[in-house]
């Protein structure tokens, strides 16, 4: 009996001591959450202030953006006419100057021509016009082979004119009836090509008038 009522009071103060263990678990759990809603609160509260802080700025980066956009705007609608202007201006003085460089080279070339034709239809050369025209063209453009063409063309038809005054004068060669295909005062007369041309022709009546 005695043991059975020392196992009954064990049992008791066990039974008390787990209560008490169970009471203090609940009571420390709900401190603990308590604390942690607190904390969370806490938490909270430090979020909002952060994102107040975070809107504010946003809030200022806007208004600078908006402000440094608005002052660009302003500068390029201030400048952009005046640079418009300036291109405006330019661009009429580039052509401008390139009209009155078309007009001077232009210039030049008719004087270069002028000058080439008046030495081919120079008395001593005898070019006729037409042919001293496109010549002298073709010197002032660098042609050489045009110049060359017409030098030949030159040549020809001066040694067929020639030829064609002795045989219509009736003009005979020399040592023949008398009559001498050129006369000394035509000879004096004549330019280089066309003493080149008795050279050519007439050897001996050049060398008589060379003398």
């Known amino acids: 009996m005695a043991n059975e009522s020392t196992n009954t009071n064990e049992n008791t103060n066990n039974q008390g001591t787990g209560n008490e263990?169970?009471?203090g678990s609940q009571n420390t759990q709900e401190q603990n959450k308590q604390l942690t809603t607190s904390e969370l609160e806490a938490k909270i509260k430090q979020l909002e202030a952060e994102n107040g802080k975070l809107r504010?700025?946003?809030t200022n980066a806007s208004a600078d953006a908006s402000k440094h956009?608005?002052?660009?705007?302003e500068w390029k609608e201030k400048y952009q006419g005046k640079l418009s202007e300036e291109d405006r201006k330019k661009e009429e003085q580039d052509e401008q100057t390139a009209t009155l460089q078309k007009e001077l080279e232009t210039l030049r070339a008719e004087r270069n021509v002028a000058n080439f034709k008046s030495q081919l239809t120079d008395p001593a050369i005898g070019f006729d016009a037409t042919l001293a025209q496109e010549v002298a063209e073709a010197m002032n453009a660098g042609d050489t082979a045009k110049?060359?063409?017409?030098?030949?063309r030159f040549v020809e038809a001066h040694d067929k004119s020639l030829k064609e005054n002795a045989f219509r004068n009736n003009q005979t060669l020399q040592g023949?009836?008398?009559t001498k295909a050129i006369t000394k005062e035509q000879f004096n007369a004549m330019g280089?090509?066309?003493r080149l041309a008795v050279y050519n022709e007439y050897p001996d009546l050049y060398k008589e008038y060379t003398k």
């Open 147 to 152: 110049v060359f063409d017409g030098l030949r």
């Open 69 to 73: 956009k608005k002052e660009a705007a």
């Open 176 to 178: 023949g009836s008398g």
């Open 21 to 23: 263990n169970a009471n």
């Open 56 to 58: 504010q700025a946003n």
């Open 192 to 194: 280089y090509k066309e």
